[in-house]
């Protein structure tokens, strides 16, 4: 499995994009943007640090993401939960709603240093627990489900980094295969990509099946995702109250 993660590439939430020029993609209108609106910008602000991510929201005061978006790279340690922010809805410079982290839930088996196996890459996966419920106003969680047998379509929606103020929606992405906990998209993505949602539309209604966290190096591009449904029942328990 090293030969994989020497593909790889994570998305961190700064520096310069890697995938310049994709194709098949839209970058969603406001009205457009409505029924995803619990697909947030998770932002991390701080002295000298300032980085962005995508999230889904998958209950009022939970938000899934990539675990790289919220442990920082130099120390491999988590970031100060007050500096780390959702916000949902963001269009433009507008936001539906915003709440700050009150408490984290890292995978246990997460590596946040190189050098990383294509395992550890399938831990790289976080919840964050906000101090207060979104209403439905600002934003309608996202139910979480497991992933289609390979062969089916699915559908991105992320902040990436030359659009950070407005969704890029991205559908019809051919998924090929799981590679143990991951999930390989054949549809390249960029930094700001990190921690977003990969969706399975059912009956017209977005379904989460996976968090995206790295692309490969080579062509043709493809994405790399975390399945959310097996990551869930290790995350919860770590939460204040978790279950």
């Not at 520096?15 to 020029?21: E, S």
């Not at 988590?78 to 839930?105: E, N, S, Y």
């Not at 209403?135 to 699915?154: D, R, S």
């Not at 990509?193 to 490969?216: C, K, L, Q, T, W």
């Amino acid at each position: 499995m090293r030969w994989l993660a020497a593909l790889l590439l994570i998305l961190a939430p700064a520096g310069p994009a890697h995938a310049a020029g994709i194709a098949s993609d839209t970058m969603l209108n406001a009205e457009q943007s409505v029924p995803w609106r619990g697909v947030g910008r998770v932002n991390v602000a701080g002295l000298n640090r300032r980085g962005l991510c995508s999230g889904a929201l998958i209950e009022p005061d939970l938000v899934l993401t990539a675990a790289h978006c919220i442990v920082s790279a130099k120390t491999g340690r988590p970031h100060r939960v007050q500096d780390i922010h959702f916000v949902a809805g963001w269009h433009k410079g507008k936001k539906t709603g915003h709440g700050r982290a009150k408490a984290l839930a890292i995978h246990p088996e997460y590596v946040p240093v190189p050098p990383r196996t294509a395992e550890d890459i399938g831990r790289d996966i976080a919840l964050i627990r906000l101090d207060a419920p979104l209403t439905a106003k600002a934003a309608i969680p996202f139910p979480v489900i497991q992933p289609p047998l390979p062969g089916e379509p699915l559908t991105l929606v992320n902040y990436r980094k030359d659009r950070q103020h407005a969704l890029t929606y991205q559908p019809d992405c051919p998924y090929g295969t799981i590679t143990g906990a991951m999930l390989i998209i054949d549809c390249p993505v960029i930094q700001g990509a990190s921690g977003s949602p990969v969706f399975r539309e059912i009956d017209g209604v977005p379904h989460i099946v996976a968090v995206i966290v790295a692309m490969n190096r080579s062509r043709p591009a493809k994405a790399f995702a975390v399945r959310a449904d097996n990551a869930l029942p290790i995350l919860r328990p770590l939460l204040p109250g978790g279950s």
